[in-house]
């Protein structure tokens, strides 16, 4: 099933400084392979890309994969609606090889000159097919792992022995390059990009939860084990009675145990479970400041929206965050699973983090990290692979 298509906007990179001269494509065929049951950060990096491709002749096509007998995953309506060409092929289970085999006689119909993959799964595919010397070069993206029990252990090894075999690495951070050494120089480092900030018709509501002169705080995000949300909820309990309100925006299937978790430190009144915020960009303008207490990320895009929002931030050090927030003004971090020194850089955060020089590093970190930025390392990585797809007249 094939719907949508592509647009795009002007982009300057790379081309030798000074010269204007954009790089184009003649006609790129980018086959995107994912799988994924939610609109997720890498599913909306990976829609933002697509829709910025077009007018440089790079032609990117979706791959999704559709589970007999369940309900569709959101993420096809969101490529949808932002009108990204791509293709859903049907699945009947993990016996089923047929969606393997639809999928290497679409790329070759479709005659797809790069193909990327963007998790466990879709890395296992494009593996397989490789074996069958196809013509294209195969990118892998690893965007960071989650660890909720033995299954997802298991996917996240083989995961881990497969993608150093792609023609090319691509990782969120240089702390993750460090953890792919064996692939070497096919390692190539690319920073997601700060997108518009989502938002709906109907803004999300804080009012019941405000309680005069007290901060709100914000946890954007999956209610899942390595989100850390547990390590805030204890944190809390650290604090002075009654000095913070906290939301938790988002579902997960840690939700029940971190309701008990609140009720049993006696934080229960300063924790507020919203479930999913569609209209996340009402939710930032009311927030003091914004955590992310993540046991392990790649680089989340919840940092980089609070930081374009203006929104003081609290983060742990994982992943790319350190290299985001080079600068402590910007925002603070601390180290993973230790709710003490939590507890001690939210005190910090809400007392300094409106002061002019945090304002401005925050604005130095949203300018590094532009979409523009983020689509030309992609061009760049599509040239060191095909550049006999480089169109006539721009600068090789």
């Not at 938790?248 to 978790?261: D, M, S, T, Y």
Request: aromatic share 6%; hydrophobic share 45%; charged share 20%.
């Amino acid at each position: 099933m094939l719907k949508g298509r592509n647009t795009g906007t002007n982009m300057d990179w790379p081309a030798p400084a000074g010269s204007g001269v954009p790089l184009h494509f003649a006609g790129l065929r980018v086959a995107s392979l994912i799988d994924t049951a939610i609109v997720s950060g890498p599913g909306r990096q990976l829609t933002a890309l697509a829709n910025q491709l077009g007018e440089r002749g790079v032609k990117l096509r979706v791959y999704m994969f559709q589970r007999a007998g369940c309900s569709a995953s959101p993420f096809i309506a969101y490529l949808e609606r932002a009108g990204v060409e791509h293709v859903v092929l049907p699945d009947n289970g993990p016996l089923d090889i047929s969606p393997l085999v639809r999928l290497g006689r679409s790329l070759r119909e479709w005659k797809a000159d790069i193909v990327q993959t963007h998790n466990y799964r879709t890395t296992v595919m494009a593996y397989l097919l490789k074996q069958t010397n196809p013509p294209w070069p195969w990118i892998a993206f690893f965007h960071g792992s989650t660890n909720e029990g033995w299954k997802v252990r298991l996917y996240n090894r083989i995961d881990g022995m497969l993608l150093p075999r792609a023609d090319r690495l691509v990782v969120m951070s240089e702390r993750h390059k460090r953890d792919f050494s064996a692939a070497g120089e096919r390692v190539r480092v690319i920073h997601n990009a700060i997108l518009a900030i989502p938002s709906e018709s109907s803004p999300v509501e804080l009012g019941a939860i405000r309680r005069p002169g007290v901060p709100l705080i914000g946890v954007i995000g999956r209610l899942s084990p390595e989100k850390g949300v547990d390590v805030l909820i204890e944190a809390v309990s650290f604090l002075p009675a009654r000095s913070v309100s906290v939301v938790l925006a988002g579902n997960g299937p840690a939700r029940a145990a971190l309701e008990q978790q609140a009720v049993a430190l006696g934080v229960q009144s300063d924790i507020h479970f919203l479930g999913t915020v569609e209209d996340v960009g009402s939710l930032y303008r009311q927030l003091d400041l914004v955590v992310l207490p993540s046991r392990s990320e790649g680089l989340p895009n919840v940092l980089l929206e609070a930081l374009s929002a203006d929104v003081p931030v609290v983060a742990t050090a994982v992943g790319a965050v350190p290299e985001v927030l080079a600068d402590e003004a910007a925002g603070r971090i601390v180290a993973p699973g230790d709710p003490c020194s939590l507890a001690e850089a939210i005190r910090q955060s809400l007392e300094h983090g409106r002061s002019p020089s945090a304002k401005t590093a925050r604005a130095a970190v949203a300018a590094r990290f532009s979409l523009e930025k983020r689509v030309c390392r992609h061009l760049g990585l599509y040239r060191e692979l095909r550049p006999d797809r480089v169109a006539a007249g721009t600068i090789p």
